[in-house]
């Protein structure tokens, strides 16, 4: 017979479980385009490569420069994600702006190759900066918390920097999002220390990054299954663990209808936000290790710690 702590453990988990009356897009209508995307509102999409998503903002046909892309996913996937955006938006259509929610290696992967071909401009939280223009790299992630093969594979993913100060500009500080009116940019850190959300209040629709996901990111069978319950940001790169409990009850707060997130599938309704709140009551017991450097020594950009050489 179970302890008390562990029926309480049960009953928190099978909360964050999420059912498929919860996807935010419809399989069969995905299958009817032929964008290869998943379809979740009108005028917002996304694509799944292999472990992380990207996001479109723009209606189908939009045109050139009339849509938005938002983070570049894993390095080799250019060509999938130009595809994808020309089956959508139209032959040859560029995008108005590459929008950045973090910069992490699977967010950014295809962004060099991408900025060149499309001679588009990037924007990011003014302290993701230093990660795209040369000049420094994340700290090392922590392969001693959140368990599964990515955690223990997290010491070879690539740290940066990336370069791409040519087209690398901060996000306004209105929090207003380059070619994307009616949205606002927020400021989501733990995760990294310039991660943000985007929000849009008139249908409560918010991508996320990875300042909360949908699948058990450290797990591969996770990762392969898309197995649909909440989780805070993949552990292995979170390096401020009481910034990111911060941000998930943020986003908890603006009661979300639509969110799309950094990993796994985008969910909407009632049952995605009341798993929402419950990742956030109980964040430190959910998500943050018991163990692991971070936890004991976050970093910040103020004190330099967030910057490695």
Excluded: C
Aim: proline share 8%; aromatic share 8%; hydrophobic share 40%.
């Amino acid at each position: 017979m179970g302890t008390a702590m562990e029926k309480t453990d049960e009953i928190i988990e099978h909360k964050l479980r999420l059912s498929k009356e919860s996807r935010a897009d419809n399989p069969e209508q995905d299958a009817h385009r032929h964008d290869h995307t998943h379809e979740v509102l009108s005028d917002v999409a996304y694509k799944r490569l292999l472990l992380v998503n990207v996001a479109f903002f723009g209606m189908p046909g939009a045109g050139d420069r009339n849509w938005v892309l938002i983070d570049a996913a894993i390095p080799g996937t250019a060509g999938a994600i130009e595809g994808a955006a020309e089956e959508r938006f139209g032959k040859g259509a560029r995008p108005a702006a590459i929008i950045l929610t973090h910069g992490h290696f699977d967010h950014t992967g295809a962004l060099e190759a991408l900025a060149e071909r499309w001679d588009a401009p990037i924007y990011a939280h003014k302290y993701e900066l230093p990660y795209l223009n040369g000049v420094a790299a994340y700290p090392p992630p922590d392969p001693t918390v959140g368990g599964g093969i990515f955690s223990l594979l997290s010491p070879l993913f690539p740290r940066g920097p990336v370069d791409v100060d040519r087209w690398l500009s901060p996000l306004p500080p209105d929090g207003s999002v380059p070619g994307m009116p009616g949205w606002k940019w927020l400021a989501t850190p733990g995760h990294s220390v310039g991660h943000i959300s985007l929000w849009r209040e008139s249908d409560r629709t918010l991508i996320a990054g990875d300042a909360f996901i949908t699948t058990r990111q450290e797990s591969a069978y996770a990762v392969v299954t898309q197995e649909m319950e909440l989780h805070g940001p993949p552990a292995y790169f979170t390096q401020n663990w009481q910034q990111a409990r911060s941000s998930v009850e943020m986003l908890a707060a603006l009661e979300p209808e639509v969110a799309v997130t950094g990993h796994g599938r985008a969910m909407r309704g009632a049952e995605m936000r009341n798993a929402l709140h419950t990742l956030a009551a109980n964040f430190d017991q959910i998500s943050v290790p018991d163990h692991g450097h971070y936890v004991t020594h976050p970093i910040s950009a103020e004190t330099g710690t967030a910057y490695a050489k």
